[in-house]
């Protein structure tokens, strides 16, 4: 069976970010990007499927700017077959995500999309469910294991105090939660290889879709900094300090 | 003096509370990273300026007793130890940033400012502090210094020495002394600074420094190699120099590889098993870069060096890559390893390191042996693993033997017997090896000028006579 995966370029997951002065974002400029940890994941899994023999065709698609062909190569390195980039410079929001992958979705028919939970940069935590509901599929999110059988496909998903396996019928779209499976590394060789293999490049209007932002950003904050502690002389200070300042005793 | 009256004045030069003399603070500053001696100093002090420090000097010279300066106490060679009735000298109140000029890109700090708050004030202010090494978040400067720590950057950034623009230094005379003010070029005769750094607390204390700081590394990269042969390490590092700056070039086994992998979950780089790997980072500025590195690989697996590899796609990847090089020694210090620090010249370094191997292996068929290190600057780390079934005793005594034939080659290949660790009291009978006997008498020389009643770190480095 052929399966889609959805790969996202975002910040580095181990990069320190800077809010812009104007706290109207982060500071992207010069700064590492990578392909969501989530997303690795999905990728992983595909691969995983396919090394068992199960998917026949990966097909990686990433919506985004130029640059996201980078993380493209990364999966076709990986181990996918071929690649799609929804190319666009507007910010993307979660539905038109949805929207754009629907659209890649009825061209390719595959018999599962397979994406990240969430994307670390926003962490909406609905593209995929969007997905399923555009589509009228099944999902079977925050999945930590993922078994085919036949037709179906059993997600077992990680909630709340425990674990909830869910049956789902084929075609369907299955979420990745942390859990699911240890990405390897992209080996040079491959990497190599992976240059190529065919990668197509698309426009939203192509897919019948226009990329309006529907929400505004207002503002974004970095966390409070913690005060510094202060050192006590004595514990006569410090009780006194807990008593009189702090008022817990 | 006996121990109670040195306490008593100790007690009256510095701040109440900064003397301590209960056994187990004895015990606990007593020792550094080595354990292998047992500590036996009369009291530990904690000085708080340059000041402080001057005094101490002066009371230890009056009544002949013995200091030891003591860092984060991390070093791999005994120089920190105190087994002789002496008194430690502990920099852990002296942990201030005193300055910082962005225009001169240096900072100005106390000795025992930790080598991580450093590193991380370089940061917070958009540069870099380069020297790095696993010990970092508990070594001090003042230690990094006085053995003139190298660690996982000296290929591009060189040892703890090229960082520093200026020492205040307390000689073992009570003087005290401001070496170089800060000054990039200062051609007036012999350069103190460098007698200290490296002096292991043999001349005096360094009590402030001043260190170069420069700007951050941009988007560092990892590759690990497998090799098909340790001949291979150099084959690649002369392949990737030709075009690429690296900023560290470290090589381990695959026996190494696979401790690091059953002590802790770090995944492996690639299913090809290889019995040596390279892990090679460097800046990828740009595309050039990256399709250069690409092209140096091929070339590297073209002439049957290179069996496979992995590049990081993402910070995150390099971190992960490096745990398998820097998670070793921890991965077999289950095991009682004895480590030896050793260099040659770069050149020479897998004939060496064969050499090393074929006579620890033929006399010891039964000893481990886990081979990694800075093979970038010609540095190795041959560590020797207790069989499970050896006592302690009879192991180190057998490890001895090997010391003497492993000194005996490195001897021969021109090398060095502590490449970075320093001598302290654990190299310091193998020192002949790399020093000869009339370079010696000049150090027991120098040693005289500066602390004429040897009152600094007795017995450390070599002896007086
Ligand atoms: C896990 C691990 C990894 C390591 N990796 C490396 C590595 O890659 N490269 C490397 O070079 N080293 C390495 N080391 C060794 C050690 O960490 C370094 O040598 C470090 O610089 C020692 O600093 P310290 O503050 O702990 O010094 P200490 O151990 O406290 O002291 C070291 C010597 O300096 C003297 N000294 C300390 N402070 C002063 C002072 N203010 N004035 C005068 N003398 C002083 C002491 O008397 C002693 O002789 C490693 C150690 C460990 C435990
Ligand atoms: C036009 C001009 C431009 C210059 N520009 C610079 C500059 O940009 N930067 C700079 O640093 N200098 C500069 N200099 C100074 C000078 O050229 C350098 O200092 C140079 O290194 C001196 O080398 P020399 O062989 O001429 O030494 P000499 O003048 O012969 O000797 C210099 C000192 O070294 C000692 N000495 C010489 N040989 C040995 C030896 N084998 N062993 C032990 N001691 C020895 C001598 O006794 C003397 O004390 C310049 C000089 C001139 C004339």
């Known amino acids: 069976m052929k399966v889609l995966v959805a790969v996202k370029r975002v910040i580095d997951y181990n990069v320190k970010v800077r809010v812009k002065p104007d706290n109207t974002g982060v500071d992207l400029a010069n ?38 062909q980078e993380q493209i190569r990364t999966a076709l390195a990986l ?87 869910v049956g789902l019928k084929l075609p369907a779209v299955v979420t990745t939660d942390l859990r699911l499976n240890e990405p390897r590394y992209a080996s040079l060789p491959n990497i190599m290889k992976a240059k190529k293999k065919p990668l197509e490049s698309v426009a939203p209007a192509d897919l019948g879709v226009e990329v309006a932002p529907r929400l505004s950003t207002l503002k974004v904050e970095a966390p409070k900094q913690r005060e510094a502690g202060v050192k006590v002389e004595d514990v006569a200070e410090l009780v006194d300090k807990l008593k009189n300042e702090a008022k817990v005793i | ?117 450093l590193q991380q004030f370089a940061e917070d202010n958009d540069l870099h502090y380069p020297v790095d090494f696993a010990s970092a978040g508990s070594s001090q400067l003042g230690g990094n210094l006085s053995t003139n720590a190298g660690g996982i950057k000296v290929i591009r950034y060189g040892m703890s020495r090229d960082w520093v623009a200026g020492l205040t230094v307390v000689t073992g005379k009570g003087d005290v002394l401001h070496l170089n003010r800060d000054l990039e070029k200062n051609n007036t005769g012999y350069d103190l600074r460098h007698l200290f750094i490296g002096a292991e607390g043999t001349l005096g204390f360094i009590t402030e420094a001043t260190m170069k700081l420069t700007r951050q590394p941009d988007n560092l990269t990892v590759l690990v190699l497998g090799l098909n042969d340790l001949t291979n390490t150099m084959d690649v590092l002369q392949t990737f120099q030709k ?161 003497k034939w492993v000194f ?21 009978d193998y020192l002949t090896y790399t020093r000869p006997p009339e370079e010696i008498a000049y150090l027991r020389g120098i040693k005289q000028v500066f602390d004429p009643n040897g009152i600094m770190n007795p017995g450390k480095v070599f002896d007086l006579d």
């Not at chain 2, 004895?26 to 402080?52: C, I, N």
């Open chain 1, 31 to 68: 700064v590492k990007m990578a392909m969501n940890p989530f997303c690795e994941i999905a990728v992983e899994e595909a691969v995983r499927l396919k090394e068992k023999g199960i998917a026949s065709e990966i097909v990686v698609v990433s919506i985004g700017p130029k640059a996201s």
């Open chain 1, 79 to 165: 181990g996918a077959d071929r690649g799609i980039h929804v190319e666009t410079d507007e910010e993307v929001q979660s539905l038109e995500a949805a929207k754009l992958l629907k659209g890649v979705v009825e061209k390719e028919e595959p018999k599962m999309v397979i994406m990240g939970k969430q994307s670390i940069d926003t962490d909406n935590n609905q593209t995929g469910q969007m997905l399923a509901a555009l589509m009228g599929w099944g999902q079977g999110t925050f999945a930590s294991e993922v078994a085919v059988d036949g037709e179906k496909v059993n997600v077992t998903r990680e909630v709340d105090g425990g674990l909830m396996t």
């Open chain 2, 1 to 117: 003096m006996t121990p109670e009256q040195i306490v008593t004045e100790l007690k009256a030069l510095l701040d109440d509370g900064k003397v301590l003399d209960d056994p187990e603070n004895l015990d606990h500053y007593g020792r550094d990273w080595t354990k292998m001696h047992a500590p036996k100093p009369v009291a530990v002090v904690f000085p708080r300026s340059t000041e402080q420090v001057q005094a101490l000097v002066r009371f230890a010279n009056e009544h002949r007793v013995a200091l030891v300066p003591s860092g984060g106490r991390t070093g791999l060679s005994a120089g920190a130890v105190a087994t002789n009735g002496e008194v430690v000298v502990a920099f852990d109140y002296m942990n201030q940033v005193l300055d910082f000029s962005p225009s001169d890109r240096t900072v100005h700090c106390q000795a025992g400012v930790i080598t991580e708050q």
């Open chain 2, 243 to 403: 075009q690429i700056d690296l900023t560290a070039y470290e090589f381990f086994s695959h026996e190494a590889m696979q401790h690091v992998q059953t002590h802790g979950s770090v995944q492996a780089p690639f299913e090809t098993e290889a019995p040596y790997y390279a892990l090679l980072e460097f800046e990828a500025v740009s595309d050039q870069v990256m399709d250069d590195a690409m092209t140096l690989f091929e070339q590297c697996m073209e002439n049957g060096w290179v069996m496979d590899g992995v590049i990081s796609q993402s910070e995150t990847q390099a971190h992960n890559l490096w745990q398998l090089r820097e998670r070793i020694s921890e991965s077999i210090a289950p095991r009682t390893p004895y480590k030896n620090d050793i260099s040659v010249i770069v050149s020479k370094v897998p004939e060496f390191l064969r050499e090393i191997d074929d006579v620890v292996t033929h006399h010891y068929p039964d000893f481990e042996i886990i081979w990694f290190g800075h093979i970038g600057d010609g540095n190795l780390h041959l560590n020797i693993l207790k069989p499970e079934d050896m006592s302690k005793d009879d192991f180190f005594g057998k490890c001895q033997q090997v010391n």
């Open chain 2, 408 to 428: 005996e080659i490195v001897e021969r290949y021109g090398g060095s017997v502590s490449a970075e660790h320093g001598v302290g009291l654990i190299k310091k």
